[in-house]
């Protein structure tokens, strides 16, 4: 299983914090040293779509210059922008063996993970 995110980032801890708890195994690539691959943007993007872990109401959004916002009109436009400001990524992304999953929710981690 793995899990895509930054360290500074509160919502990432409390995800790791639970999988901790509950025993889940992990192997955690952080964006910020690791960066993300265009074809790992681009398979989630085919499975879920951008707009799903594309974060528009986060910091690095709101400043960004209108014109750069104005420009995201297709995919590939919304995944190099990401690929340049991964802090854009809504966090954690979680994947397992099919499972795609942007954020914390303790109910679907729950119903997903101790659900087996």
């Known amino acids: 299983m793995k899990v895509y995110g930054i360290t500074n980032c509160n919502t990432v801890k409390k995800a790791l914090d639970w999988l901790k708890a509950n025993k889940v195994d992990y192997d955690f690539q952080d964006f910020k040293k690791l960066g993300v691959s265009t074809e790992k943007l681009q398979e989630w993007d ?7 872990f594309m974060n528009k ?21 919304a995944l190099q922008l990401l690929q340049q400001k991964t802090s854009m990524i809504k966090r954690p992304v979680i994947e397992d063996d099919g499972f795609l999953f ?11 993970f ?3």
């Not at 085919?46 to 799903?52: D, F, R, S, V």
């Not at 400043?63 to 995201?72: F, G, I, M, R, T």
């Not at 942007?102 to 997903?112: I, L, N, S, T």
């Open 46 to 52: 085919t499975k879920a779509g951008y707009e799903k």
């Open 57 to 77: 109401q986060g910091l690095t959004w709101k400043q960004l210059d209108p014109a750069v916002k104005e420009s995201v009109k297709t995919s590939t436009d």
């Open 102 to 112: 942007f954020g914390f929710d303790e109910k679907v981690y729950a119903d997903h």
């Open 114 to 116: 101790l659900g087996k």
